[in-house]
């Protein structure tokens, strides 16, 4: 009872309906007790959401009703679409070739050299990006290539399986869980590898392929589950020309890559606002593999590259992992995942090599089949 | 001089809900945006979305007591509908050839980045409120929004007392705040 009474008068109090007397006896209240002070502060906040809700509400309202209202008057007509789209036909008959060209290249090169490998889809977003993933062809010649490596130790992709895509990803809670890129699961299952070579099953929790971030956790009984995670994730933004680098699996093989450079622009690809542009060599396979500041702690997961200009990369910023986490949780209320936020003041002094040495159990190469 | 005058009032008009305001607003800009999206891969009904979110956005910048927009409204609505239109093909991996741009554009990212984070506080809430059950989301969105008192809530939905009334209230809002903080706290 007394709560209720409370909030009622600390909801008057934000909203002036406490009469001045009440006013000056609450604010001496208020002064000389700080968790009425902090109730007073959470409830300001939760008014002035409910306030932007509820006038942006009315407002969507009104824009449907006003829309709806013109369409029916014959306001617009549909018609002056039909040129347009005749030519959006001819451009896209234009692009298929040329990519369907690209991609025999491809294919091409990806067979004939183990050095260079691309991986091109034609869903891509025209020909300037390119994903980051690994060529599956690449990858199954490296399975022959180690083939009595693999052998002595049974590979933990099932038989009849095909793998289609890979990546790289890391570790962000200990229990196992571990983010990459959406688009470096094609395939249904997914086994990863750490940096000692070793196989585990993974199952894909949840994939976002508009953020392009996905989720996996490992289940596996060979994983031996870390006491806690060295890095944090850095929710604020990062500055432009900050050194970063990076750790992955770019290469045919099972060795771990380092990879530095700096941040060359606040935004993605065509201003996308979810991500930003980093100077660095990013080779296929970097894809889902994490950037980190010179402090150590974890700025953006690499993703697309743009094709023609060397060594230009985009990567993800970080505070999308935390609205993928949240989507999760939402999901699944019983997740019992935990991430690791930066607090902005444990700058890490350690050396880069220490940094990575340390960091390298943490990052796994990600392979998906089907 | 006339021209601007007119823009002044319609952006007062659209601070204050105003309907025709609005109306106005659609009828003269909302042609542009459906050509620009209509020949950069995209339907009417992506130009509806579209131009709605541009309006929110110019809505929300007319709200804030420093407004001042230093272009026109039609090259505003243009520049946020570009930059929105090209993150969403993006996303939809859809980009295949520079786009068609007839206008004249600004930069915008400042006001998106904002548009973003009250975009987003509003889908946790609305999302908050949904995931409430009844009586408790009527019962709020009648306090909150619908700014009824505590008396009138009390009739509508059967409660022998304003009190019984206050009681449910309050464990409802509870509940919403808790709901509301914990997603918040997560995405900011």
């Not at chain 1, 099932?158 to 890391?170: Q, T, V, W």
Request: charged share 25%; aromatic share 10%.
């Amino acid at each position: 009872m007394e709560d209720i009474k409370l909030l009622e008068t600390i909801e008057k109090y934000l909203t002036g309906d406490l009469s001045a007397q009440e006013r000056e006896l609450f604010e001496v209240i208020r002064k000389n007790t700080p968790e009425i002070d902090q109730m007073v502060m959470e409830h300001s906040m939760f008014l002035y959401h409910m306030d932007n809700y509820t006038r942006r509400r009315q407002f969507t309202k009104l824009t449907e009703k006003t829309f709806q209202h013109l369409l029916t008057a014959g306001e617009w007509t549909l018609d002056n679409a039909l040129p347009s789209k005749a030519k959006m036909i001819q451009l896209w008959n234009k692009y298929k070739k040329v990519t369907a060209i690209a991609a025999s290249v491809a294919g091409f090169i990806a067979l004939t050299t183990s050095a260079i490998i691309m991986y091109f889809s034609p869903s891509l977003n025209g020909n300037q990006l390119l994903q980051l993933s690994k060529a599956i062809e690449v990858i199954k010649k490296n399975q022959q290539a180690q083939g009595h490596l693999l052998n002595e130790v049974k590979s933990k992709v099932p038989e009849n399986a095909k793998l289609i895509s890979g990546g790289s990803g890391f570790l962000i809670d200990p229990k196992g869980f571990i983010i990459t890129n959406a688009h470096v699961l094609k395939g249904n299952g997914a086994i990863v590898i750490n940096n000692l070579g070793e196989e585990l099953n993974a199952n894909i929790i949840f994939a976002d392929k508009d953020l392009d971030l996905a989720l996996l956790k490992i289940e596996d009984k060979d994983f031996s589950a870390p006491k806690s995670i060295p890095f944090s994730i850095r929710k604020k933004i990062t500055d432009l020309g900050e050194d970063i680098f990076t750790l992955g699996y770019p290469r045919n093989d099972n060795d771990i890559v380092y990879g530095k450079g700096y941040l060359s622009a606040q935004t993605g690809f065509e201003g996308d606002s979810s991500s930003f542009q980093i100077q660095i060599s990013a080779n296929p396979g970097y894809s889902g593999a994490p950037l980190f500041n010179d402090r150590g702690e974890l700025i953006g997961i690499i993703s697309t590259r743009q094709k023609l200009a060397e060594g230009v990369a985009f990567a993800i910023k970080s505070n999308k992992i935390i609205d993928l986490i949240a989507a999760v949780k939402e999901m699944d209320e019983k997740s019992e995942i935990k991430l690791k936020i930066s607090k902005g003041n444990n700058a890490s002094t350690a050396k880069r090599k220490d940094q990575i040495s340390k960091y390298k159990p943490y990052i796994f190469s990600v392979r998906s089949y089907n | 001089m006339k021209a601007e005058l007119n823009e002044q009032a319609l952006l007062k008009g659209l601070a204050n809900n105003d309907s025709k305001a609005v109306e106005a607003l659609y009828k003269s800009h909302f042609n542009m945006i459906q050509h620009f999206v209509l020949n950069n891969n995209g339907s009417f009904d992506d130009a509806r979305d579209i131009f709605q979110e541009a309006m929110i956005t110019l809505y929300e910048k007319v709200q804030s007591s420093s407004f001042v927009l230093t272009c026109q409204i039609k090259t505003y609505l243009f520049s946020i509908c570009k930059h929105l239109w090209l993150k969403r093909l993006h996303q939809m991996d859809k980009y295949s050839s520079p786009l068609s741009i007839h206008e004249e554009s600004i930069s915008v990212e400042e006001d998106i980045v904002v548009f973003e984070k009250k975009d987003a506080a509003f889908a946790i809430m609305d999302r908050a409120l949904n995931s409430l059950g009844e009586p408790c989301k009527s019962l709020l969105e009648g306090y909150y929004i619908n700014k009824k008192g505590m008396q009138e809530l009390a009739k509508d939905f059967g409660y022998t007392n304003a009190d019984n009334a206050k009681n449910q209230k309050y464990k409802c809002l509870m509940r919403l705040k808790k709901l509301f903080f914990t997603q918040y706290n997560i995405g900011d």
